[in-house]
């Protein structure tokens, strides 16, 4: 998918155009991803999404994953013993889960409306969501706010503005955007974290962690050059070379070309 990118002055932020993130968009990513092994491929025990839950949530909680795609998360997570509701809006996509994946409790719903009783989840992951909506995602912070119960936690990741994406900013790499442009290819934005950590604690979250992720992508995302390397060591599969990459992930690329932020928020 081609992506074409922006930088709104206005607003801080980086505007993707590529293809609008409707449902029917989202059903036809997944379709192709179904022919994947999603739920037999080894997630690691140490992927972040498996770790922070194991970290603030005790086994047994129930676990909202709000936009959930094939749900692969909800369903390694069902694996170590949370009870899980995977939801998405996309239609085809739910039906899929009930038919073929029905232990991750599938749920068709819109995550500014969910159909669940006040205070209901002990935990909420959003996981690349809110960067999706072009007219903003107050709405969904307050209904996450909503069906976690006091003391329960949010674990929130969005595409960010990084160390190297702000210097591309400085730079004056990234054609200005304005809001009388057209927004029918809009795909999502790379939102300034220190923005979106005020909009949580308004919306009534203490923030508990803060942290970059997934340096990697940034990486191939944001210098071009080593885009290519970096497929060619994937392909590779080899165990020694890609444990050398998580942990130039871990130790440097995150803290400087992360290419999503993650929350961790407990609901007060």
């Known amino acids: 998918m081609k992506t ?3 930088y709104d002055p206005e607003k801080n932020r980086l505007v993707y155009l590529a293809q609008e993130a409707s449902a029917d968009f989202w059903d036809e990513v997944w379709n192709r991803e179904k022919l994947k092994n999603v739920y037999t491929d080894t997630i690691p025990r140490r992927h972040y999404i498996l ?3 194991k ?7 129930t676990v909202l994953e709000g936009g959930c795609g094939l749900a692969q998360y909800s369903y390694f997570l069902g694996q170590m013993g949370y009870k899980t509701i995977a939801l998405d809006y996309a239609e085809k996509t739910i039906e899929f889960l009930k038919e073929n994946m029905p232990q991750v409790n599938p749920m068709l719903g819109d995550v500014r409306s969910l159909a669940l009783e006040d205070g209901s989840l002990d935990g909420y992951w959003s996981i690349g969501v809110i960067e999706h909506f072009y007219e903003g995602h107050l709405d969904i912070l307050k209904e996450m706010r909503r069906v976690i119960k006091a003391g329960g936690y949010l674990f929130i990741t969005f595409p960010t503005l990084s160390w190297i994406r702000k210097l591309k900013i400085k730079m004056g790499i990234f054609p200005i955007w304005s809001d009388s442009m057209n927004t029918d290819c809009f795909y ?4 300034d974290s220190q923005f979106v950590r005020r909009e949580l604690e308004e919306a009534g979250f203490e923030i508990i962690s803060s942290q970059g992720i997934d340096g990697i992508k940034g990486l191939r ?3 071009p ?3 290519e390397a970096i497929n060619w060591l994937y392909k590779k599969n080899c165990r020694p070379v890609n444990f050398i990459l998580e942990m130039m992930d871990r130790f440097f690329l ?3 070309i992360n290419h999503v932020h993650l929350f961790v928020c407990r609901r007060t």
Not at 55 to 61: D, E, F
């Open 221 to 223: 995302d944001e210098i």
């Open 4 to 6: 074409t990118r922006y």
């Open 188 to 191: 999502q934005f790379a939102l």
């Open 51 to 53: 770790r922070t839950t």
């Open 225 to 227: 050059y080593a885009r």
């Open 55 to 61: 970290a603030y949530l005790p086994v047994g909680a």
């Open 254 to 256: 995150r803290h400087f």
